[in-house]
């Protein structure tokens, strides 16, 4: 059974770092390219960042670029979103999510999410 | 930045009756492989996003039949041909043309 596990939510200062994990389980890792989506509570979806399965490329919503870092261990199963500079608007759930590894950037599965507050 | 509309936002439902939602974006989706980029997710209160149709027309593993997607380029449905209780939540289409991949806003339907 796919499973992947988000962790490292909680609340944070304005100008502070966190650093989000997403444990995966099921299926070869590996192989798989994946996603960063987040959803402040009550609104809808948004795509923030995709990292292809060896890392050796990524991709970034305009609204992170140069403050969250996509990165993997492919040895540890894990897919990691570190954060900096965060701002009181980067509140929200945040999703990792595996990549179907079709013809199009399809999430196929999703972790159950990690909530993170930006408040002072 | 690849703009995506649903309509309606909110749709109150009957069971047992067919339910349609509309998703527009303002860029064409077809790529030049042929397969329109086009994903259907449905979250259920409290609970994660899940796919339900993925490259416009094609049903996920698991999604059962009375749901299906349909159209090309820039108009898309999804349809629901009888709603059961289990259906109600939002149902958001993305676009995975271009990155940043976006979301349409989201219809919530409800009983």
Redesign the interface.
């Given at each position: 059974e796919v499973q992947l596990v988000e962790s490292g939510g909680g609340l944070v200062q304005p100008g502070g770092s966190l650093r989000l994990s997403c444990a995966a389980s099921g299926f070869t890792f590996s192989t798989y390219w994946m996603h960063w989506v987040r959803q402040v509570p009550g609104k809808g979806l948004v795509w923030i960042s995709r990292i292809k399965k060896d890392g050796s490329d990524t991709w970034y919503a305009d609204s992170v670029k140069g403050r969250f870092t996509i990165s993997r261990d492919n040895a540890k199963n894990t897919l990691y979103l570190q954060m900096n500079s965060l701002r009181a608007e980067d509140t929200a759930v945040y999703y990792c999510g595996r990549d179907a590894a079709g013809a199009g950037p399809t999430i196929d599965f999703w972790g159950q999410g990690t909530l993170v507050t930006v408040s002072s | 930045d690849i703009v995506m509309t649903q309509s309606p936002l909110s749709l109150p439902v009957t069971p047992g009756e067919p339910a349609s939602i509309s998703c527009r974006s303002s860029q064409n989706l077809l790529?030049t492989?042929g397969?329109n980029?086009l994903?259907w997710?449905l979250?259920k209160p409290g609970q994660?996003?899940?796919?339900l149709i993925?490259?416009g027309s094609h049903r996920?593993s698991g999604v059962p039949d009375r749901f299906s997607g349909s159209g090309s380029g820039t108009d898309f449905t999804l349809e629901i041909s009888r709603v059961e209780a289990e259906d109600v939540g939002v149902y958001?289409c993305?676009q995975?043309?271009q990155?940043?991949?976006?979301?349409?806003?989201?219809t919530k339907v409800d009983i």
């Open positions: - | 790529h492989n397969y980029y994903d997710y979250q994660s996003p899940q796919l993925y490259l996920a958001y993305m995975g043309l990155t940043p991949f976006t979301f349409g806003p989201g």
